[in-house]
């Protein structure tokens, strides 16, 4: 097991990793000073964030193993399916898992995410274009939507 802090550009960020996956990423509410990884795969998660922050990586390659219901795994490998700098609504989250009436049961499995950033959660929006919530907090969200449009 790999756990270690990594500073981004929208503050700390706690990384538990395991040998061959990412298990996962949590927001911090007060910054801690980076840490160097201690596996290969912990290496592998630093070096996709770090693309992914100076604007090179577009989509992440990380394998990881988040433990949830099926319907939150479902919807969190449809948001992987979002394109790197475009959005999509909860509502369009939830057709795309079958299931066109649980709006509100997709906005919690994103609430939900353990990975965000790498299963893009910030991507979803609400069906009127507003943002809606993020677990990061709103500003994070917005900072990660226009750190994808540049």
Sequence with gaps: MDKFYYNSPIGSLKIIASENAVDQIQFLTRNFPSSIP????????KQELDQYFKGSRSKFTLKFKAEGTQFQKDVWNAMKKVKYSKTVSYQDIAKMVHRPKAVRAVGTACGRNPLPIVIPCHRIITSDGKLGGYGGGIKKKEWLLNHEKL
């Excluded at 201690?38 to 998660?45: A, E, L, Q, V």
Aim: charged share 40%; hydrophobic share 10%.
């Design 38 to 45: 201690k596996t290969n795969y912990g290496k592998k998660i």
